[in-house]
């Protein structure tokens, strides 16, 4: 296996984490963002109020976004496991 292989496979790697875990996240940071805004300017501080509405956000990104996130880890594997023999070359 050469450098340019690896590389190859280390950026597709990547970009499917990327494409994986940026929709949750994102959802994730938005909503953070939206929530300590309300939590400035009402000086409501309280930890639940910040916690509970990203872990429902990202459940639901999970539940809604789940067979895409799925279809994109397994188009992953199954280009690895395919490819393995001219892989190991």
């Known amino acids: 296996m050469d450098t340019a292989t690896i590389l190859s496979i280390s ?11 940026g929709p949750i996240l994102g959802l994730a940071l938005i909503v953070g963002v939206v929530i300590s805004v309300f ?3 009402t000086s409501i501080s309280d930890s639940v109020l910040s916690f509970a509405p990203k872990v429902l956000v990202s459940g ?6 789940g067979p ?6 397994v188009n ?3 280009y690895l496991i395919t490819n393995i023999p001219n892989l190991v070359r």
């Open 11 to 21: 950026r597709q790697a990547f970009m499917t984490a990327f494409l994986v875990a």
């Open 39 to 41: 939590q400035a300017a």
């Open 60 to 65: 639901l990104a999970v539940l809604f976004l």
């Open 68 to 73: 895409w996130m799925l279809g994109k880890l």
């Open 76 to 78: 992953l594997l199954t």
